[in-house]
C-alpha cells in the first residue's frame, strides 16, 4: 500500500517565478492537506482539499491556490515567488471525518528553494 | 484557536537515559493531540495519538505520552533512548469542531540528540 506521494522532491526556482508541487494521497484517502515547513520551525497549515473544493485555509496569502482531481490527488500552487517561500512544503492525506480517529499521514515533501 | 508550545527546543541526552519531550496546548475546545517525528530530511512519522479514553497513550519505538487535561498538557517519554532516537520531534493538536477535524497546528518542535 502506497503512502503518500509528493513530487518533485526538489526544486530550486527564481524570485518572481511560479511553482507547482503535486501529491498523491495514501490509498483511501479523500481529504488532503497542505503545510509549509521553514528552516528551523514546526508545520504551518496552508489549507485543505476535500471533495475537489478548499475547505480550510491558513494565513497564507492568495498567491498560495491549490486544486484537487477526481483521483483524490493534489495540487500546490505559489506564484510570484519569495526568498521566504524557501520550505520544505508537506502533503498530509487523511478520511474525512474518519469515525476510527483522526490519523493523518504525510508525505516526505517537496524542498523548494527559492533563489 | 488553538496554540501549541513545545518548551524546549533542544534536548540533549546520553543513549540508554530517560527522556521527557514537553508539550502544552492551549484551546477551548477539545482537542486531539499527537506527537510526530521527522528524521533529517524526512516527512513527518506519526509517533502516538490521544483521541480519548485513557490518558496514558503508548506509541511506536517505545514512546508513550500522557494527557492531562488539568494541565493541558501532552508530554512524550521514553524509559530509555538510543542513537536513532536523534530527530525532530513536534507536538501538534486537532480541534473537533468548526470543522478543524483533519487540520494540526503544531509547536515549533523539540530536536532530540541523543550522545553516545
Known amino acids: 500500500d502506497a503512502g503518500v506521494t509528493q513530487s518533485p522532491t526538489h526544486l530550486i526556482k527564481t524570485r518572481g517565478q511560479q511553482v507547482t508541487l503535486r501529491c498523491s494521497p495514501k490509498?483511501?484517502?479523500?481529504?488532503v492537506s497542505w503545510y509549509q515547513q521553514a528552516l528551523g520551525q514546526g508545520p504551518q497549515f496552508i489549507f485543505q482539499?476535500?471533495?475537489?473544493?478548499?475547505?480550510q485555509r491558513g494565513n497564507f496569502p492568495d498567491r498560495f491556490s491549490g486544486h484537487q482531481f477526481p483521483n483524490y490527488s493534489s495540487e500546490l500552487n505559489v506564484n510570484a515567488l519569495l526568498l521566504g517561500d524557501s520550505a520544505l512544503y508537506l502533503c498530509?492525506?487523511?478520511?474525512?471525518?474518519?469515525?476510527?480517529?483522526?490519523?493523518?499521514?504525510f508525505g516526505e515533501g517537496s524542498w523548494l528553494t527559492v533563489v | 484557536a488553538q496554540s501549541v508550545t513545545q518548551l524546549d527546543s533542544q534536548v540533549p541526552v546520553f543513549e540508554e537515559a530517560p527522556v521527557e519531550l514537553r508539550c502544552n496546548y492551549s484551546?477551548?475546545?477539545?482537542?486531539?493531540l499527537f506527537w510526530y517525528v521527522q528524521y533529517p530530511n524526512q516527512g513527518l512519522q506519526l509517533l502516538l495519538k490521544?483521541?480519548?479514553?485513557?490518558?496514558l497513550v503508548k506509541g511506536i519505538n517505545g514512546f508513550e505520552a500522557e494527557f492531562n487535561k488539568s494541565q493541558t498538557s501532552f508530554h512524550l517519554r521514553k524509559p530509555s533512548v538510543h542513537i536513532s532516537d536523534t530527530a525532530e520531534y513536534f507536538c501538534?493538536?486537532?480541534?473537533?469542531?468548526?470543522?478543524?477535524?483533519?487540520?494540526?497546528?503544531f509547536g515549533a518542535g523539540t530536536r532530540l540528540a541523543v550522545h553516545p
Open positions: 498530509a492525506s487523511s478520511i474525512h471525518r474518519a469515525r476510527s480517529g483522526n490519523t493523518i499521514y
Open positions: 490509498s483511501g484517502h479523500d481529504t
Open positions: 482539499y476535500y471533495e475537489e473544493e478548499e475547505r
Open positions: 484551546s477551548s475546545v477539545s482537542v486531539y
Open positions: 490521544y483521541l480519548s479514553g485513557s490518558t
Open positions: 501538534a493538536v486537532s480541534d473537533l469542531l468548526s470543522g478543524g477535524y483533519n487540520k494540526l497546528i
